[in-house]
């Protein structure tokens, strides 16, 4: 019995709830003693009103969809990824080891060696938990959030003692070969002649997240690989009844999600920084939680979900930019976005199921009104 | 309705009026979100009588018995105990207002002796001594008065499921009920052990008690209530005294038409060997040993029925024969022996060499319940060339294996794109049994095929069922009904305790025959009467296990 229609499910519920989140989060501003009003302005016209503000906003979204779709993957399978982050910082190695490995002579060869260096570390980085989880018993939410600790820790260590160029003071790697150095928004608009700022770090990894989200889709929806995760998510007893081997399911789901957390490294690693620095990922691991939280663990929510993220997350640089509103509290909106899309859905979705329901009966009444009962004499 | 004296769950037992009923419920309605659990019901049951409330699964039987008991609000009516309107806004208070129920899943801690379940909840002061003492004492008067026999000092996991029931009722007693009502409460005894349950509740209406017995067995009924109230679809359809209604009324009134109770089938002509099991055995993962050495075969075009209260070794005998469990001993199919605790003892390797398994729990494996019936209908068999190209699945051409599977079994709602949940149980079942059949499988493992299942369905079903046996298809069929048993099969294995108890042939077995196999019993030494063997035994099994 579905109770309301399915647009009614995926936009106006998460629409509500997200605007419920804006007006808590105004009222957080109202208390600090700024404008609420004035606040979104400025974050709206420094994250959507120029193609710089365009360009960050899309950069953030891009490493959002890439750790999205990790987390999403893994939830399929009723897994809760909580490495995202050191997966993704895992990956930034092994995309910084793939650059750094011969001198590129274009970025078209240099791209997809280093996705496959940056997917395969991260999926080699969550394999260790999904084989703990499948072999042993321990829990991928336990083992994925040491596991960041541990990355963090590794990376850190090889930038210091091996990565760091002789003579610099700076934890990082050497910079990127030229021809590793991926095409910003500005150049591949420029070819249509299209004006576009060359000052944010937006480039072709954009292109590569949304093939990443039509990919995942496929994945899930079309093959017999994705049937059997999503089936194996939903019940683990009918898995095995069917004969899905646990096993395996969760082994495989795991590397896919380590593998797209790691991918994320080309945008932000190769496409932004053009080398290795401690904390590239800053956060956008655990982001993916929440971006994958509201859009449902589907490709096209993680989409938009993403999208809404990288504008929070761009709009909050400028609000600490032109107001005197600390970029922190960019940190609560974000929680409170969090929040309502996520812990409390249902909170939302209860009172809309019910509102629709209420007029499908009203519908349902008026063409064929209840025979009246005889009355009683 | 101003001049009603309510009462917050305490009638004033200074004035109970005898000619006022026990329990009258006037409009009760009750729906969790867009269904309807409860329409508008009135019942009303006299003092000292037994009533039955029968219906099907998802009928509303158990809903309107938690309403009574304090664990829904209703959304609309009144209850009245002995004439007084009382409100049962919690379980406390309708203890207060003498009501005690017994719940088809006991809710008894396992590791607490019978006293200390007794006085659970009703401790008389910080100290347990003598609320203990006290209620040693009282049991033993009760034991004396209904014929309530347990040991108050047994711990509940050594007790036999029977004993385990006696003691819920002891319990309700204990804390003064009046109104006793019962869910479903021999779906987990033997014949003998069900029987023992009537004589019990003969005895505490004789005593003046109160009782509602809500099953889906209309022999119960029959036997032991003096007056039944009919539910379907949430509605209460019709209230008649026993005696004068018949279980194929009874059977009507519940399904909406006329319905056939008896199955037709011809006799069976068994071919060749189809499954051979060979000292089976399964040990789980506590380390406790479930099957303990079975051996049995079926033939082609037979059906072999596996007898046996809950949890006697069936499930467990259905999964491994279904690549869910890991196993040893010798299992054959068409003469080739087949891998029990290998690489390939998984549920595909058992479906490619001619196993199709209609599983026991059908919402936990049988089906996914958010998944769409189209995607349900391919469910262990996806990897079937037909429905995949390539790398990619076909889904139009699983919808329309789906299309015609809905459509030749009958299911309704007929759109394949309707989850599982969002199916009646008996649709879901057809789903099950729809997919697993058209596969036309050598060996077709079933198990309790109707549980949870409308009339209507199970005709469908059984004949279903019966249609396969005599297309040459090899049919183990696992069920808790004896009635399902005997009508369905072609020989009869009794399971007790992991073991195979007999085997016997329908037309020269009887119920107590079996009850007694299925109590572990085989022969009854003498001096000792069938009841006392029976109980020795259960209880025994229930310590060893």
């Not at chain 1, 969550?126 to 991928?140: K, M, T, V």
């Not at chain 1, 095409?183 to 000052?199: D, K």
């Not at chain 2, 019978?114 to 009703?122: D, P, T």
């Not at chain 2, 509740?201 to 032991?224: F, N, Q, Y």
Request: proline share 5%; net charge negative; charged share 20%.
């Amino acid at each position: 019995m579905d109770t309301m229609p399915k647009w009614a499910d995926v936009l106006l519920v998460p629409l509500i709830s997200i605007l419920i989140a804006f007006f808590f989060s105004g009222l957080v501003i109202l208390a600090i003693g700024e404008n609420p009003v004035e606040a979104i302005g400025v974050m709206i016209e420094g994250s959507l009103t120029s193609s710089y503000g365009w360009g960050y906003t899309l950069y953030y979204t891009t490493n959002f969809i890439f750790t999205g779709l990790a987390v999403s993957v893994a939830f399929q399978a009723r897994m809760f990824n909580i490495g995202g982050e050191g997966q993704a910082m895992i990956g930034g190695l092994g995309v910084a080891l793939v650059c750094l490995a011969i001198p590129w002579p274009h970025w078209t060869l240099a791209l997809p060696s280093a996705l496959l260096g940056g997917a395969l570390f991260g999926a080699l980085w969550a394999a260790i938990p999904a084989y703990l989880q499948a072999a042993r018993g321990s829990h991928i939410v336990i083992t994925t959030i040491m596991f960041n600790f541990i990355a963090f820790s590794v990376l850190n260590y090889l930038l210091v003692n091996v990565l760091k160029p002789q003579g610099s003071m700076d934890p990082a790697s050497a910079t990127f070969p030229p021809g590793a150095e991926l095409p910003r928004f500005s150049e591949i608009l420029g070819i249509f002649g299209i004006p576009f700022s060359s000052a944010p770090p937006v480039n072709v990894s954009f292109f590569v997240a949304i093939l990443a989200c039509f990919l995942v889709w496929l994945l899930m929806w079309r093959t017999r690989l994705g049937y059997e995760i999503r089936a194996f998510g939903h019940s683990q007893t009918g898995a095995v009844y069917a004969g899905i081997s646990p096993f395996r399911i969760t082994m495989i789901a795991m590397l896919i999600s380590g593998g797209l957390a790691g991918a994320m490294a080309i945008n932000n690693v190769m496409g932004e920084s053009q080398r290795l620095v401690m904390n590239a990922v800053e956060g956008a691991g655990f982001i993916g939680i929440a971006v994958a939280l509201m859009g449902r663990s589907h490709p096209v929510g993680v989409f938009l979900a993403a999208l809404l993220f990288g504008f929070l997350y761009q709009g909050g640089a400028e609000l600490s930019l032109w107001t005197n509103i600390p970029r922190e509290l960019i940190v609560v909106i974000q929680a409170l976005v969090i929040l309502f899309t996520g812990a409390l859905d249902n909170m939302v979705r209860m009172p809309v199921e019910r509102a629709f329901l209420a007029r499908k009966r009203r519908q349902e009444r008026k063409p064929s009104p209840k025979p009246e009962r005889k009355p009683a004499e | 309705m101003a001049l009603d004296t309510e009462t917050s769950g305490r009638p004033s037992p200074a004035a109970p009026d005898a000619s006022a009923p026990a329990i009258e419920l006037r409009g009760i309605s009750k729906s969790f979100g867009p269904v309807q659990a409860n329409k508008d019901i009135s019942i009303r049951v006299m003092p000292g009588t037994i009533h039955g409330i029968i219906g099907e699964n998802g009928a509303g039987k158990s809903t309107l018995m938690s309403i009574l008991y304090g664990f829904y609000k209703a959304d609309a009516g009144e209850i009245f105990i002995n004439g007084q309107k009382t409100e049962i806004p919690d379980s406390q208070a309708a203890i207060r207002a003498g009501i005690g129920m017994v719940f088809q899943h006991f809710k008894l801690v396992e590791n607490f002796t019978v006293l200390e379940n007794v006085i659970l909840g009703v401790e008389d002061g910080p100290m347990l001594r003598p609320s203990l003492s006290k209620a040693r004492s009282a049991l033993k008067s009760l034991a004396k008065e209904y014929e309530l026999n347990v040991d108050p000092d047994a711990v509940i996991q050594d007790l036999s499921v029977g004993h385990q029931q006696r003691v819920e009722i002891l319990k309700a007693l204990y804390r003064q009920a009046q109104i006793l009502i019962l869910d479903e409460p021999t779906g987990v005894l033997t014949p003998a052990e069900a029987d023992q349950l009537f004589r019990i509740l003969a005895r505490l209406k004789e005593e003046g008690k109160t009782i509602v017995l809500i099953t889906h067995k209309l022999r119960e009924i029959m036997d032991t209530t003096d007056t039944v109230s009919v539910m379907r679809r949430g509605e209460m359809t019709a209230t008649v005294t026993t005696a004068g209604t018949s279980p194929e009324e009874l059977a009507e009134l519940m399904v909406g038409r006329k319905v056939l109770l008896e199955i037709d089938k011809k006799p069976a002509k068994p071919g060749k060997r189809v499954l051979e099991v060979e000292n089976l055995r399964v040990v789980d993962s506590a380390g406790v040993e479930r099957l303990k050495g079975v051996s049995l075969h079926v033939a082609a075009g037979e059906i072999l029925g596996i007898a046996g209260v809950a949890g006697n070794g069936q499930t467990e005998l259905l999964e491994v024969l279904g690549g869910i469990q890991k196993g040893t001993g010798t299992v054959r199919i068409n003469g080739e022996e087949i891998d029990l605790s290998g690489k390939y003892s998984d549920a595909r390797t058992r479906r490619h060499r001619g196993i199709a398994h209609v599983p026991e729990d059908r919402q936990r494996e049988g089906l996914i319940m958010d998944f769409f019936a189209w995607e349900n209908s391919c469910f262990g068999y996806h990897d079937d060339p037909a429905y995949n190209r390539g790398l990619l699945t076909d889904n139009d051409a699983i919808r329309r294996d789906a299309e015609k599977k809905i459509e030749k079994y009958d299911i309704r709602p007929t759109n394949c794109w309707q989850t599982a949940k969002n199916f009646s149980g008996g649709n879901q079942q057809k789903l099950v049994v729809a997919r697993e059949m058209e596969r036309d499988p050598e060996l077709l493992l079933v198990g309790q095929p109707t549980r949870g299942v409308d009339i209507g369905a199970i005709e469908f079903i059984h004949r279903q069922i019966i249609a396969l046996r005599d297309a040459g298809r090899a049919v183990l069929l696992v069920s808790v009904e004896l009635d399902e048993i005997m009508s369905m099969s072609d020989r009869i294995a009794v399971m007790f305790d992991g073991r195979i108890m007999g085997e016997r042939l329908p037309s020269e077995t009887d119920e107590r025959e079996l009850g007694l196999l299925m109590a572990g019993v085989d022969s009854v030494p003498d001096g000792v009467s069938e009841a006392e063997a029976i109980e020795r035994n259960l209880d025994r099994a229930a310590r060893g296990s």
